[in-house]
């Protein structure tokens, strides 16, 4: 069965770090644009970082600086290195992929189930 699994979140003070993982399984060929997203309570879900097949990385302005997205393709994980954390990223944080599947196929737009992550000040 085809799933994103996160893991890596947890309460942590303002200041402090957390690293995100994000793997897939289950019958995947491969990964290919793979991102992090978030929402807090009463907001919209928001790009965080994403980064492509070809090693390109977006960020969030707010994020810039602080936060780093990178990628196991062997491992088919994303990870996301979240630095100097503010109480403002407190969020459910979700994986969203691109994937290969076991078809050869492409499969668009994936998500896991969330992690959340809580920032106190």
């Known amino acids: 069965q085809l799933q994103l699994v996160e893991s890596g979140g947890g309460l942590v003070q303002a200041g402090g770090s957390l690293r995100l993982s994000c793997a897939a399984s289950?019958?995947?060929?491969?990964?290919?644009?793979m991102g992090w997203y978030r929402q807090a309570p009463g907001k919209q879900r928001e790009l965080v970082a994403r980064?492509?097949?070809?090693?390109?990385?977006n960020y969030a302005d707010s994020v810039k600086g602080r936060f780093t997205i990178s990628r196991d393709n062997a491992k088919k994980t994303v990870y996301l290195q979240m630095n100097a954390l503010k109480p403002e990223d407190t969020a459910v944080y979700y994986c969203?992929?691109?994937?290969?599947?076991?078809?050869?196929?492409?499969?668009?737009?994936?998500w896991g189930q969330g992690t959340q992550v809580t920032v106190s000040s």
């Open positions: 289950g019958g995947i060929l491969s990964i290919g644009g």
């Open positions: 969203n992929a691109d994937l290969v599947l076991s078809t050869g196929r492409w499969g668009y737009d994936y």
């Open positions: 980064t492509t097949n070809g090693g390109s990385r």
